[in-house]
């Protein structure tokens, strides 16, 4: 007896700093306020087999990167405002910018408007060249060329933390040219003794410019692509962090979903951690798990986004008085950049309502940037939160997670991680942090996104 109950303490004290789901159907998690806050060393559990294609994701800023850099949620809410604005402005099809110089003697060539990366972003690392070098990229579903910095950095190159890709190095590398069909697929385009050039400048000053090349790319020791189109930057400044460059998840012929679906079939899923000191993963192609789907939407003023069919918010198991015209209105992209999760104003607002309602019992703290329901949890040990569930087209949930509730800046400013939108028609946004734990499934041959809860911790 004594034995058994010792061997089960361990568990049993597991259990309890992860939140106890018990009373989840009565429409509320009792929490313990610690679980909210990111450990100070990174815990990775394996990542499910899924056909060995599947890497680690690990949030940019905390102990799961190699990059060293802390939390900053000021920063992380400005950067996501940035995002949020070009999103709905639909700055991709937008005018070239004045442009940007490939390398310092040379004539600028005009460049793609890209979204601001946001630092809010998670990091996968896969292998370019052969011989394979790692390189650790941000992903992002909202972007679509892929690209890395590059020797010899003719403009120049930020600080990054894998060693930079070395073209000459690698002996399946090959530059395209601008005449070939790939080089004029491209939407804005340039040309350097015969090679073509590409540039992305993202809404928040940071920019990449450089070739458009071909190489290997290895995703896992299973999954080797030949001739993988993407960027080699030379000239690349910005808020990348200490990454690489970047993986685009969207829709558009050049990004990694897209050049790798003749094989993996044109789907890709993810799960995002729950907190920074974990890690969750990326699966390229087809998801072992079962889920439940929405239809894949494809908006006009942006066709590469992933659009859905948002219809109702449910708190504490009530569905809220919302106007299903309101979303429609609206309409609603998942991003996997944007941080918090954007909702017409009057959504926002029945929203908001409820959660404080159900939240009066704790002490209300200052507002932060755009979040403006937020609580001190500093003085107590466990708190009770009302579940929240949202609805989309088709009957598909997302019931978020107690993580997917809260943006936590630290524990006396613990806030409601939505935001209302200026005005009823700006776009909706599904963003990362309602994603957490959650397996999203995309799914562009069927056209499906899907939701798979409790998939990573
Ligand atoms: C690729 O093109 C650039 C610019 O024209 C050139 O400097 C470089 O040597 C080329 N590399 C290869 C491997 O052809």
């Known amino acids: 007896m004594a034995s058994m109950s010792s061997a089960l303490l361990p568990l049993l004290l597991l259990c309890l700093w992860f939140y106890h789901v018990s009373g989840d159907e009565q429409g509320l998690w009792v929490v313990r306020v610690e679980s909210l806050l990111p450990r100070p060393i990174c815990s990775s559990p394996k990542v499910p087999a899924a056909g060995g294609n599947t890497l680690k994701v690990a949030h940019r800023r905390g102990p799961c990167s190699s990059f060293g850099t802390k939390p900053n949620p000021a920063l992380t ?8 604005e070009s ?37 996968v690392t896969v292998g370019f060249g052969s011989p394979r070098k790692d390189q650790t990229l941000v992903f992002d579903t909202g972007s679509n060329v892929c690209w890395i910095q590059c020797m010899p950095c003719a403009g120049s190159c930020y600080q990054q933390q894998d060693p930079l890709f070395d073209p000459s190095a690698s002996s399946t590398y090959r530059n395209i040219s ?9 939407d804005i385009r340039g040309c350097n003794s015969g090679t073509c050039v590409y540039g992305v400048q993202y809404g928040d000053q940071s920019t990449t410019v450089g070739f458009l090349v071909q190489d290997t790319l290895t995703l896992t020791p299973e999954n080797v692509f030949q001739n993988f189109v993407f960027g080699c930057g030379q000239n690349n400044r910005g808020l990348f ?25 044109g789907t890709f899923s993810y799960c995002l951690p729950a907190t920074s000191s974990s890690t969750g993963y990326l699966t390229m192609g087809r998801s ?48 996997s950049g944007t941080v918090i999760t954007r909702l017409p104003p009057s ?17 209300m703290a200052q507002p932060l940037s755009i979040l403006d329901t937020c609580y001190d949890f500093s003085k ?62 995309y799914d562009l041959g069927a056209r499906r996104i899907g939701f798979a809860t409790k998939a990573c911790s």
């Not at 809410?77 to 949020?84: A, N, P």
């Not at 029945?350 to 959660?355: D, G, K, N, S, Y």
Request: charged letters at 10%; a neutral charge; glycine letters at 12%.
């Open 87 to 123: 999103l709905q402005r639909g700055l991709s099809g937008g005018a070239p910018s004045k442009g940007t110089q490939l390398q310092a003697s040379q004539v600028s060539i005009p460049t793609r408007w890209g979204r601001p990366i946001g630092t809010g972003n998670y990091l």
């Open 380 to 441: 107590v040990q466990t708190i009770e939160v009302p579940t929240v569930v949202l609805h989309f087209d088709g009957g598909a949930d997302l019931p978020l997670q107690v993580p997917g509730i809260f943006f936590v800046a630290d524990i006396s400013q613990v806030c409601l991680a939505f935001a209302g939108n200026g005005s009823p028609g700006d776009l909706g946004i599904i963003g990362n942090t309602q994603q957490k734990t959650t397996e999203v499934i």
């Open 288 to 335: 072992a798990t079962s889920a439940s789907y929405t239809p894949m939407l494809t908006d006009s003023r942006d066709p590469s986004l992933y659009s859905i069919a948002l219809t109702g918010i449910s708190l504490g198991g009530r569905l809220l008085p919302i106007s299903p015209t309101v979303f429609q209105t609206s309409g609603s992209i998942i991003d």
């Open 178 to 186: 601008c005449s070939s069909a790939t080089c004029s697929s491209l």
């Open 241 to 265: 962090g200490r990454a690489a460059g970047l993986i685009g998840l969207g829709r558009d012929s050049f990004s990694l979903v897209s050049q790798t679906s003749q094989v993996l079939g």
């Open 77 to 84: 809410l400005r950067q996501d405002m940035l995002r949020v």
């Open 347 to 363: 959504a926002y607002a029945a929203l908001r309502t409820a959660f404080r309602s159900a939240m009066s019992q704790y002490p």
